[in-house]
């Protein structure tokens, strides 16, 4: 579908969803408002029909909107994106080995800062460390974004650490659970993992060429979805909203374009500020600091208090025997709560 009619579809949406829920809005206003033929507007709801829409259509009334789709399709997100330049750029397809591969091969190309790429299902949605991460088709949400700051390498790492933050205080704000950054890069509820972020990048000597964020969040899925093994528990928004006795299911195009917005705050503010005025936020979020952890780098295991995020968003750690360890890459695997 071409760029004009996407934009079209999510203005007519747009207009669709304006005014109290039940609201009828006339072929003719429609016609009128988009200076096309009443046969128009009917091949544009058509369209919208068939992405999951539903419509009460009554002669001499008009369209009532009374049900949409849990979709990621452009005209949804267009209709809803408020960001200036994140997800402006929006790839969205159906299924793909890995949106971090494509996001990748577009950078590579030249595609511009804030490019989003989003895929229903992952063939071989990769997470750190060489694991797999499920992408069961149509539950989660599994997006890449490629971003092009002007920082040094030394920093990259921080940008992930920028994204898992404003994931969590996204599942916050919209749903009021006790969302939490576990370093380097996962986001959990109650303990249990919700999403998980992998950032990939191609630095020069003294400048970054672009980073990839890939993020990979549970909304949809089941207990039955996640079959093992895990290395932590992992959950969904849904199975948390339900565990609180909450009935609103989860709309994955209202936390994706709210964490757009969110980030696209979070970043231009990390990029003029930088990267010390979001120590604070951070340091609230950490499910780690303070806490006596034990973290597998790849090379050892290194156990201690966590005691503050090093300026690059590596992880400090105060072992019993009084070394300061700066741990850059490594999981945490045991936090220790008492
Ligand atoms: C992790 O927790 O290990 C990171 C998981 C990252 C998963 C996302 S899903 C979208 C993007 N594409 C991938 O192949 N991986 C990331």
């Known amino acids: 579908m071409n760029r004009e009619k996407i934009n079209r579809l999510a203005k007519i949406l747009r207009v669709l969803r304006s005014g109290d829920p039940g609201t009828s809005i006339s072929g003719t206003y429609l016609a009128e408002q988009f200076g096309i033929s009443r046969v128009m507007v009917s091949k544009y709801i058509r369209f919208l029909e068939k992405l999951g829409y539903v419509f009460d259509k009554r002669t001499g009334l008009g369209y009532t909107l009374i049900k949409e789709p849990d979709i990621l399709h452009p005209v949804e997100i267009v209709s809803r994106l408020e960001t200036r330049l994140i997800g402006r750029k929006y790839h969205y397809l159906v299924e793909a080995d890995s949106t971090n591969d494509i996001a990748v091969a577009l950078a590579i190309e030249g595609t511009s800062d804030g490019t989003c790429i989003v895929a229903e299902s992952q063939r071989q949605g990769r997470g750190r460390l060489g694991r797999v991460w499920l992408s069961t088709p149509g539950k989660g949400i599994y997006m890449s974004l490629v971003l092009r700051p002007d920082i ?21 704000n919209l749903y009021g659970f006790d969302a939490k950054v576990k370093w380097p890069n ?31 969040v549970n909304v949809h899925h089941r207990k039955e979805d996640f079959l093992g093994p895990f290395r932590y528990l992992p959950t969904s928004v849904a199975l948390e909203i339900e565990s609180r006795v909450r009935d609103a299911a989860p709309k994955r195009q209202e936390l994706f374009c709210e964490f757009l917005k969110n980030f696209e705050y979070a970043y231009n503010s990390y990029l003029t500020q930088g990267w010390e005025s979001w120590q604070k936020t951070l340091n609230e979020l950490s499910m780690v600091l303070g806490k006596y952890i034990t973290v ?4 050892e295991m290194v156990a201690g208090i966590a005691s503050k995020l090093s300026p690059d968003g590596g992880l400090i750690v105060r072992t019993p025997e009084g070394q300061i360890r700066t741990i850059l890459v490594g999981d945490v695997v045991h936090i220790y709560l008492h």
């Open 152 to 172: 040094p390498p030394k920093d990259v790492s921080q940008l992930t650490l920028l994204a898992a933050m404003v994931l969590a205080t996204t599942l916050r």
């Open 186 to 216: 996962d986001v959990v509820i109650n303990g249990k993992k919700v999403a998980g972020i992998l950032s990939e990048s191609q630095i020069e000597p003294q400048r970054v060429r672009f980073i990839i964020i890939g993020i990979g």
């Open 296 to 299: 597998d780098t790849g090379k």
